[in-house]
């Protein structure tokens, strides 16, 4: 097809959006390894998560054998709300490039939450309801994840408890007046609301936090109050399910102009992003119909995939969560406080670890400065403003695209973009004077964070 039938936006119509999510657990021939009960040692039953989660989000996050879940319809008409959202050709990014390549994002930005978390947040928001709960707790980083659940409790009129990692919820007051005016509490973790907040702050004073401090409060808020359940926007296989509607319609929009993309290309913090966006492609893979090479970009302060051990370990700092095999800094580890954005978790998705341990994915980090010097290039060639997080995939895509103009070959390259960074001023603030700083961990400090990871004697040797 010629390159100028190709618009700068395919859109696709309210009909073509994805009735159902796809799970690619089913296709993996090695299967992500199963949560297990801490006290035990066992693989959690559905008995041992209904205290925390909701019943129906239990069951698809155990189920790694069935490939299609069927998508309620309130969630659907949420959906047509902001989806489908658009795939954008990245024409004037090329040009300033200079680059052979082809450049396409999925751009999530386009609701009042700013990020592709509002896919989730609605579906576990309509679960809690369906159960006749009161309401739902969690955590946040950036404040994205928040900021959609927010929306989304509000849309059921459910109460929505969030703690936000410490330093985000102080550098980003205008974030959490969003959030408050969707009606969601906002408490900066950790915080001395609950008891494994009060310990992690006699134990380490002055904290600007992490998401697994911010995790363990949450969790204990959930199951100290009658009718409240906790809900996550990252890192479980239940989450990576309903952001798959990001790379189904990524794939049925290239596929409406015959478009094969040679790079798929995702930041990835706790994996929902990433984990939404490659997963048909994945799915494909796996069942050797097609090939792709897929990146994971993780920030160099907090670089699980790259750094990180392949074990099981907590999900949260305060050891009250299920152990997930993933790879992990251990779960003290806590990114240093001049780390931007939100990808501030000590661990990866367990299905993401599962195929990155596989070869199936590769993993790079990139420094934060690097990060923002990508990120203000792209906004001013192609006019949207990038959340940090999201500026990671485009770094990458960057140089993926400049390889192209090295070697002269025509490669197609994939980026998410989920956020829009309107509440991460400090950070391009901190870089337009020439303030901001790269911290990469020495090993002494990530021995410092494995020091913490639990030694299970058949499994973590």
């Not at 004077?433 to 040797?461: C, R, W, Y």
């Amino acid at each position: 097809m010629a390159e100028k039938k190709i618009p700068y936006k395919i859109y696709l119509e309210e009909k073509e959006l994805p009735k159902q999510w796809y799970n690619v657990r089913a296709d993996m021939k090695n299967k992500p390894a199963p949560l297990l009960n801490p006290a035990t040692l066992e693989p959690m039953q559905f008995e041992d998560l209904r205290p925390v989660f909701c019943d129906e989000l239990v069951k698809q996050e155990l189920d790694d054998t069935t490939p299609y879940f069927d998508i309620p319809k309130e969630i659907l008409d949420f959906y047509k709300m902001y989806r489908p959202s658009p795939l954008v050709r990245a024409y004037f990014l090329e040009e300033a490039l200079d680059t052979p390549a082809k450049i396409y994002y999925k751009f999530e930005g386009n609701n009042t939450s700013g990020s592709h978390k509002l896919n989730s947040a609605i579906a576990q928001a309509y679960y809690a309801k369906k159960q006749g709960l009161k309401g739902v707790t969690t955590e946040t980083g950036a404040g994205q994840w928040g900021t959609a659940l927010s929306m989304a409790c509000a849309f059921f009129d459910l109460d929505c408890q969030v703690y936000m990692v410490k330093v985000s919820y102080e550098q980003k007051p205008f974030r959490r007046e969003v959030m408050r005016t969707y009606g969601g509490t906002v408490t900066p973790s950790p915080s001395n609301k609950t008891e494994v907040g009060r310990k992690i702050l006699k134990e380490f004073p002055g904290t600007t936090g992490s998401l697994g401090c911010a995790i363990s409060e949450a969790v204990e808020a959930a199951t100290t109050q009658e009718g409240y359940r906790y809900v996550l926007g990252s890192v479980l296989s239940q989450v990576l399910l309903h952001q798959t509607v990001i790379g189904l319609e990524t794939k049925t929009a290239l596929e409406k102009y015959g478009i094969k993309p040679d790079i798929i290309i995702g930041c990835a913090g706790g994996g929902s992003n990433l984990g939404g966006l490659i997963s048909p492609f994945m799915g494909e893979k796996l069942r050797g119909e097609q090939d792709y090479r897929i990146i994971a970009v993780e920030p160099a302060s907090c670089p699980s995939f790259t750094r990180g051990k392949f074990v099981y370990d907590f999900c949260d700092t305060g050891n009250v969560c299920p152990l997930a095999k993933m790879y992990t800094l251990g779960n003290g580890f806590i990114p240093s406080a001049n780390h931007a954005g939100g990808l501030r978790y000590h661990g990866m998705s367990s299905i993401l670890s599962q195929l990155y341990h596989d070869g199936l994915i590769e993993a790079t980090s990139v420094e934060q400065t690097e990060v923002f010097e990508a990120a203000t290039k792209f906004a001013r060639v192609e006019g949207i403003l990038p959340a940090p997080e999201s500026s990671h995939a485009i770094k990458v895509a960057m140089d993926e695209a400049l390889k192209c103009k090295e070697t002269g070959e025509e490669k197609t390259i994939v980026f998410g973009l989920t956020g829009t960074g309107y509440f991460d001023m400090v950070a391009y603030e901190k870089f337009n004077d020439g303030v901001m700083s790269d911290h990469i961990p020495t090993d002494e400090e990530l021995k410092k964070g494995f020091a913490t990871i639990p030694n299970i004697p058949g499994l973590n040797q």
